[in-house]
């Protein structure tokens, strides 16, 4: 929004408090989030970013861990215990406000201000809290709704809109064009479904009214709140105006305010950084993301895996699957405990010095399966902590890549430039990426003939194995809510 975008860093208290009384009317028009192409059926929405998440509500088809969450909650969730929370006259807003404000050299009296106007929103509330009876996680449904011909289709627009900006960021990063596009995708559907929860309502309701659950992370979404009052005296946004998913995340990538402030970066030099509107700008701070969160140019993706039949091997497969999804052993190290990655992968497969996380993705009915993952894959959940999350990503890019080569490839026929006969038109049906079955043999894509395997080349060139790799220092994920609501634990 315009207004936001330039307004004076140090005014945009003044600017907040004068727009209160209108409060009311803007919530009924565009917040940041109006550079959304179509407004969404229904207005759902909730989710965070880089690493938190956002909101597919009423999308079409998939949207992350959070956004399912979301849109599940009903419209109206059940009032809460007692009188509904304010935060106008409460101590813990007003030793938060002279905190912060004492901290980042904010006024004190316009933090409160703008707290006192916030409202604690029992959908938001209810979206964060694991359901007491989660069903079972079912990676073939999950998959269903996130990598589909709806986002792919719209990715390879993205794609072609931002080809040069995609290839720059890869130079740059290391990160391929399709994974950038893939989690842009699956974030906001590429900026149309960005989340409706204004954030100041969203994270004061996670900060000082956080619902009694397992784990309690009104600590978190405190340091959250923090970073989005000093986010917005940095960018100018307008506090009381900016709206995104139910756990706080924004923009068209759905970072968190404090991912944001950390990894976003100015991707078309214009001096500001704008991710609720520059594609650039997303694209670039993806890029940065995926790169700080150790992402490997021309590294390793994934591949399947078999976990032997055996007892001990298929115990030793559940400790390794509760003990995260930090990579943690070779491939002979696996080997020697029964979990032996796919044959026909083996060749694409990192040396004896990587190391490797195993993924489950139980798929309800039938027997689970299993990939082996390597810093990438770890990578891309720390943007959002989910197994399928990342899985997700890594076949709609799968994908995206597969359509892209193809694309290219008929645009050289038409050109005349091409020795193959012209003619055909691009798909844009999903093909079956991955690894298709129980958890060994490599998907046939599907494609024809001369399209690559979405396991060969663009996706798993292998580079020479380091000698040698020093451990994985966890990192927090950006998306606080993919590991606590809706595919809950680690899908
Ligand atoms: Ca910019």
Request: charged share 20%.
């Amino acid at each position: 929004m315009p207004q936001f975008k330039h307004t004076a860093p140090h005014t945009f208290i003044l600017l907040a408090l004068g727009l209160s009384a209108g409060i009311t009317s803007l919530h009924a028009h565009a917040g940041p989030n109006d550079n959304r192409k179509s407004s969404p059926a229904k207005t759902a929405s909730a989710k965070p970013a880089p690493a938190a998440s956002n909101p597919k509500a009423a999308k079409p088809a998939g949207a992350n861990a959070v956004k399912t969450a979301v849109r599940k909650a009903p419209a109206v969730a059940a009032a809460p215990q007692g009188p509904v929370p304010t935060y106008q006259n409460r101590d813990v807003v007003r030793m938060f406000a002279r905190d912060i404000a004492s901290r980042h050299q904010l006024d004190e009296g316009q933090v409160l201000e703008a707290l006192q106007q916030a409202r604690y929103q029992p959908a938001v509330a209810k979206a964060i809290v694991p359901p007491s009876q989660p069903g079972a996680r079912n990676w073939t449904k999950y998959r269903n709704n996130h990598v589909d011909s709806m986002r792919l289709k719209s990715g390879l627009r993205f794609w072609e809109l931002h080809e040069q900006t995609l290839k720059q960021a890869e130079d740059r990063y290391g990160v391929p064009a399709e994974i950038i596009v893939a989690i842009i995708g699956i974030e906001t559907i590429f900026g149309r479904h960005t989340g409706n929860f204004r954030t100041i309502d969203a994270l004061s309701t996670l900060a000082f009214d956080y619902p009694p659950a397992p784990r309690n992370r009104s600590e978190f979404f405190r340091g959250e709140l923090e970073s989005f009052f000093v986010l917005a005296r940095e960018t100018g946004l307008n506090p009381l105006e900016v709206r995104g998913s139910f756990a706080g995340a924004i923009g068209m990538g759905q970072f968190m305010p404090s991912s944001w402030r950390r990894f976003a970066v100015d991707g078309n030099n214009d001096g500001e950084i704008d991710l609720f509107h520059s594609s650039a700008d997303t694209i670039a701070s993806v890029g940065n993301f995926l790169k700080v969160h150790g992402w490997v140019r021309n590294g390793f993706w994934y591949s399947g895996a078999t976990v032997e039949a055996d007892e001990g091997s298929r115990k030793f497969a559940g400790q390794m699957v509760a003990d995260g999804i930090i990579p943690r052993l070779s491939r002979q190290q696996l080997q020697e405990k029964g979990i032996v990655a796919a044959p026909s992968a083996l060749g694409e497969m990192p040396g004896d010095a990587d190391l490797l996380s195993l993924i489950d993705l139980p798929t309800g009915l039938e027997q689970t399966e299993y990939r082996l993952g390597g810093r990438n894959f770890y990578a891309v959940t720390r943007y959002n902590r989910s197994n399928f999350y990342g899985m997700s990503v890594m076949e709609l890019a799968q994908n995206l890549r597969l359509g892209w080569d193809e694309r290219k490839l008929l645009q050289a026929e038409a050109a005349g430039t091409s020795s193959k006969p012209a003619g055909g038109k691009a798909s844009t049906a999903i093909v079956p990426t991955g690894l298709s079955g129980s958890g060994s043999t490599p998907a046939s894509t599907g494609a024809t003939s001369n399209s690559p395997s979405p396991l060969a080349e663009p996706v798993q060139v292998m580079p020479p194995p380091p000698a040698q790799l020093p451990q994985i220092t966890p990192m927090a994920p950006n998306n606080p809510a993919a590991s606590s609501v809706g595919n809950k634990r680690r899908t």
